[in-house]
């Protein structure tokens, strides 16, 4: 998986290793890094057949920018291991949301098996692509049609166990700590929003940009279950192959402490997309995660960095945060899991308010609004950059644009039954934005939400 180049600095080199929140070796190992842009990654859809079944971690070659498997393994993945097998990962009744008289959460679209999606469209306001229209697939049901949609959301919390290169433990990283602060956050709390009271914070975003065409009883309500608490053991190096066809030994993580005390990761990233793709085929066979469910693996603290071809003992560009995409079996009706992965992030490591569960919110909302990455819209260049500026982007990803802004964050506090955190997810652009038009039409003529001054008018066209 190669981070895109879209991801702008949202904290220098400087200030960022000068933090004392980064731990000494870890500040002087990676500062020959190409760059330290914390944002996020795009990950193509993952066909189930083409995973190797079995893999000898100490023989396997992987794709320098993908993290294909070239070498070291045996078989491929089956989905023969699904037929029967009861689902784990089921939404249970919650009186605290709003989930009376739910509609069914199953695909409307033939020929497919996922979860329930509704389609719909905006036609570009300005720019190229002026009077074209865009159509969108996002989850849930029509918000015209009223009625919440309950949407399992399967949880894979997964432990590191990182080894030296005489394969003993170095460190284990585990993710029990962040369980309830994750379990408690926004993302599956319900709160009061402008565009909604006792709602998740998915389904505030949602809302908004519909709010006035949507019946107010319309949802889409996040039911989490923990699924899975798995461990990963991660090497200290691991082989990959160039694009001219050169094998080369490069060093799978670095590691570092928080200013919580927590260890985070910093881990290769072909070498997570394997790991990744590994745990949801896992996850899949067991009945963990679900077709009809928003399927989550969550890491502890842990962020990937791309190869360094010049010195694969050194981080390349770092560091992603999150992506989502979806896995599928090829076969009619072809099934589809929508999945992600999201790093809990302890305070202090990055700027513009990155932490806690800003991951976690970018890609939960991004996989509502788009989650079967395939939504186009015009070609739309990142709020901030110079009038001429060519780093744009041309989907619906919903998270995007504001995460290159200082105030990219809400403040979000969360009190309940003893329980207090204050959480930091992202404000998210609405569809509006991608309009390019002079008004809105969500909740405010807003652009943005929560916080609706983030953006105040709509995307500006990339610059030809």
Same mark, same amino acid.
């Given at each position: 998986m190669k981070v895109p180049l879209r991801f702008v600095v949202l904290c220098s080199l400087v200030c960022l290793f000068a933090s004392a929140s980064f731990g000494q070796a870890v500040s002087s190992a990676v500062a020959g890094a190409a760059s330290v842009d914390p944002g996020y990654a795009q990950k193509a859809p993952k066909p189930i057949s083409s995973v190797p079944?079995?893999?000898?971690?100490?023989?396997?070659?992987?794709?320098?920018?993908?993290?294909?498997?070239?070498?070291?393994?045996?078989?491929?993945?089956?989905?023969?291991?699904?037929?029967?097998?009861?689902?784990?990962c089921q939404p249970t009744n919650d009186d605290r949301l709003n989930t009376n008289n739910p509609l069914p959460n199953q695909s409307n679209i033939d020929g497919l098996?996922?979860?329930?999606?509704?389609?719909?469209?905006?036609?570009?306001?300005?720019?190229?692509?002026?009077s074209r229209d865009f159509r969108f697939t996002m989850i849930g049901n029509d918000p015209r049609l009223g009625h919440p949609t309950v949407v399992p959301a399967c949880l894979d919390e997964v432990s590191l166990t990182l080894l030296?290169? %005489?394969?003993? &433990?170095?460190?284990?990283?585990?993710?029990?700590? @962040?369980?309830?602060?994750? *379990?408690?956050?926004?993302? +599956?709390?319900?709160?009061?929003?402008?565009?909604?009271?006792r709602v998740q914070y998915a389904d505030a975003v949602h809302r908004a940009q519909f709010f006035n065409v949507m019946k107010d009883n319309w949802h889409t309500v996040l039911m989490p279950s923990v699924t899975a608490r798995t461990t990963i053991t991660v090497p200290r190096f691991v082989n990959v192959q160039l694009k001219d066809g050169t094998i080369v030994q490069a060093r799978s993580y670095f590691t570092g402490t928080a200013g919580d005390g927590s260890t985070?990761?910093?881990?290769?990233?072909?070498?997570?997309?394997?790991?990744? %793709?590994?745990? &949801?085929?896992?996850?899949?066979?067991?009945?963990? @995660?679900?077709?009809?469910? *928003?399927?989550?693996?969550? +890491?502890?603290?842990?962020?990937?960095?791309?190869?360094?071809?010049?010195?694969?003992?050194?981080?390349?560009?770092?560091?992603?945060?999150g992506f989502h995409t979806f896995f599928l079996d090829g076969g009619f009706p072809e099934d589809r899991w929508v999945t992600q992965y999201a790093s809990w992030i302890s305070p202090g490591l990055f700027g513009a308010g990155f932490q806690d569960v800003t991951a976690l919110s970018h890609e939960t909302s991004e996989a509502f609004a788009n989650?079967?990455?395939?939504?186009?819209?015009?070609?739309?260049?990142?709020?901030?950059?110079?009038?001429?500026?060519? &780093?744009?982007?041309?989907?619906?990803?919903?998270g995007d644009p504001i995460e290159v802004l200082p105030n990219a964050t809400a403040t979000v506090e969360v009190k309940e039954k003893g329980f207090r955190f204050l959480y930091h997810p992202q404000n998210i652009p609405l569809l509006q934005w991608f309009e390019m038009g002079a008004t809105s039409s969500a909740i405010d003529g807003a652009f943005s939400?929560?916080?609706e001054t983030v953006l105040t008018q709509s995307a500006i066209p990339c610059p030809q």
């Open positions: 079944a079995g893999v000898s971690l100490s023989s396997v070659v992987l794709d320098a920018d993908t993290g294909a498997v070239i070498g070291g393994a045996s078989g491929l993945a089956t989905t023969a291991s699904l037929i029967n097998v009861n689902p784990l098996n996922t979860l329930s999606t509704f389609d719909g469209a905006f036609v570009a306001q300005a720019g190229p692509s002026a030296n290169a %005489d394969g003993s &433990v170095f460190a284990n990283v585990p993710f029990a700590p @962040f369980e309830q602060a994750v *379990l408690e956050s926004p993302n +599956f709390e319900p709160l009061n929003y402008r565009s909604g009271a985070f990761v910093l881990m290769l990233s072909p070498l997570f997309n394997f790991f990744f %793709d590994n745990e &949801v085929v896992s996850q899949i066979t067991q009945g963990n @995660f679900v077709t009809n469910g *928003l399927n989550m693996t969550l +890491f502890p603290n842990t962020f990937l960095f791309s190869l360094n071809t010049t010195n694969p003992n050194v981080p390349g560009q770092c560091c992603t945060l989650p079967f990455i395939s939504n186009p819209a015009p070609n739309w260049q990142f709020p901030g950059q110079p009038a001429n500026s060519k &780093v744009c982007q041309a989907n619906l990803e919903e939400f929560p916080d």
